[in-house]
């Protein structure tokens, strides 16, 4: 059932791209591998790999992802801000305190898929 679940995952993906990509130019193709390459850009980073891994459980504070992280406060911070614009997480304020969480799961789909991969080469 999970393998069944899992191709049927990819032809959904496979069809939604065919669909948004079907009309587009040579010249938009080209925005798009450049935004993608950005986007990358954005994951490529491991700070930003551990404060999604902190914030992919459920909203968190600032002070909670430092915490989680092992980081400095102005490290954290500028991680945050740098996933918020990509699109990655949400930022929420209360009063004084900001909050974090995940706005995008399919970016989190893919970063555990790829980290299960690697955490299962080095087994």
Do not use: W
């Amino acid at each position: 059932m999970h393998i069944y679940a899992y191709n049927n995952k990819l032809m959904n993906n496979k069809a939604k791209l065919k669909k948004a990509t079907s009309n587009l130019s040579p010249a938009l193709m080209e925005k798009v591998f450049e935004r993608v390459a950005q986007y990358f850009d954005v994951l490529s980073e491991p700070a930003r790999l551990r404060i999604m891994y902190a914030v992919c459980s459920g909203e968190k504070s600032v002070s909670e992802v430092i915490q989680l992280c092992g980081s400095s406060q102005a490290n954290v911070s500028r991680h945050l801000a740098m996933l918020h614009k990509a699109g990655i997480l949400l930022r929420r304020k209360e009063g004084t305190t900001v909050f974090y969480s995940i706005a995008d799961n399919a970016t989190v789909e893919m970063c555990q898929t790829v980290c299960a991969k690697i955490a299962e080469s080095l087994h």
